[in-house]
């Protein structure tokens, strides 16, 4: 089965900086759009930002414009969320997902495919 495994959260300060990587397998990964999720403590899970199957196209959530940066490297089969200037509210479950298509997509059910998550922990 596909599989996608996160990595590289972590609990740091305000004003630190992380970066996650997604893994994935069993996939044609350049196939595939991706995008990041996150999920707060008792809050929904919400969009964070999406990227299309050849890295061409980003679309960022206001929240993180300027802040936040998706890659992807598709000879190693993984995306990447770099994350600066952290804030608290930025404190999270982030997990990664994939979709088989052309575009770059921006809501949960557009996914095919998720991963378990990472928590990211920003402390003021």
């Known amino acids: 089965q596909v599989q996608l495994v996160e990595s590289g959260g972590g609990l740091v300060q305000a004003g630190a900086s992380l970066r996650l990587s997604c893994l994935a397998s069993?996939?044609?990964?350049?196939?595939?759009?991706m995008g990041w999720f996150r999920q707060a403590p008792g809050q929904e899970r919400e969009f964070v930002v999406a990227?299309?199957?050849?890295?061409?196209?980003?679309y960022y959530a206001d929240s993180v414009q300027g802040r936040f940066t998706i890659s992807r490297d598709n000879a190693k089969n993984t995306v990447y969320l770099q994350m600066n200037s952290l804030k608290p509210e930025d404190t999270a479950v982030y997990y990664c997902?994939?979709?088989?298509?052309?575009?770059?997509?921006?809501?949960?059910?557009?996914?095919?495919?998720w991963g378990q998550g990472t928590q990211v922990i920003v402390s003021s």
């Open positions: 997902a994939a979709k088989r298509g052309s575009s770059y997509y921006l809501l949960e059910s557009d996914y095919n495919y």
């Open positions: 069993r996939l044609t990964f350049s196939y595939y759009a």
């Open positions: 990227v299309t199957r050849n890295g061409g196209t980003t």
